[in-house]
């Protein structure tokens, strides 16, 4: 049973930029949710995909962005990179028959902004 | 806004010792209390707690919900190297669908 995926591992760009990170959720699960985890701190909540709409968002600013598509699988998107950016990008996903409050972790994309 | 602050920071014990890590929260209408062990990338799912499951066990790892004082703790007993990492405590209220993490507690266990 193949768990939470996500593309790229690393990803270094630089200011300005934009980027597009992937996932794809836990088989059997329907609810893609974004994090970003800042160095030392705990993964602060970006936005929740449900049903391919943004079903509800963090104190993130428009410059991310995010879509859902038909099988589940989600993207982020980042323009006008800043060096805050950078940081451990997390999905997780939930739902499907189990409890949806226990979210499953992928294993991040590290992003690095120059 | 959620609030959750977990103590202590960081510690380090020697295999064996036991550890007793506390979480104390403020959320609208709580619904459940998660805990997650991240060791490199991905936090992978230890407990859920909510109003109908004040207490969850799981071979050394044990945790607690106190709802009136509003904390959790999770024990590891007979702590070994492999239980190092960052745990993380994190809560849910209802109508709302993100999860709002403290900012974790490192652990290290010395052979």
């Known amino acids: 049973d193949a768990g939470v995926t996500q593309s790229p591992t690393h990803l270094i760009k630089t200011r300005g930029q934009q980027v597009t990170l992937r996932c794809s959720p836990k088989?059997?699960?329907?609810?893609v949710s974004w994090y970003q985890q800042a160095l030392g701190q705990g993964p602060q909540f970006i936005f929740q995909y449900y049903e391919e709409e943004e079903r509800q968002r963090g104190n993130f600013p428009d410059r991310f962005s995010g879509h859902q598509f038909p099988n589940y699988s989600s993207e982020l998107n980042v323009n006008a990179l800043l060096l805050g950016d950078s940081a451990l990008y997390l999905c997780?996903?939930?739902?499907?028959?189990?409890?949806?409050?226990?979210?499953?972790f992928g294993p991040g994309t590290r992003l690095t902004v120059l | 806004e959620d609030k959750v602050v977990q103590s202590p920071l960081s510690l380090v014990v020697h295999e064996g010792d036991t550890v007793t890590l506390n979480c104390s929260y403020e959320?609208?209408?709580?619904?459940?209390l998660l805990w997650y062990k991240q060791e490199k990338k991905a936090p992978t799912f230890l407990f859920m707690l909510?109003?109908?499951?004040i207490e969850k066990k799981s071979g050394r790892l044990s945790s607690i919900l106190d709802k009136k004082e509003l904390f959790s703790i999770l024990n590891i007993t007979a702590t070994q190297t492999g239980d190092s990492a960052i745990y993380l405590c994190?809560?849910?209220?209802?109508?709302?669908?993100?999860?709002?993490f403290g900012a974790g507690t490192t652990v290290t266990v010395r052979a």
């Open positions: 997780a996903s939930s739902g499907g028959s189990g409890n949806t409050d226990t979210q499953y």
């Open positions: 994190a809560v849910a209220g209802y109508n709302d669908y993100k999860l709002s």
């Open positions: 959320v609208t209408n709580f619904r459940s």
């Open positions: 088989s059997g699960h329907d609810t």
């Open positions: 909510t109003s109908s499951g």
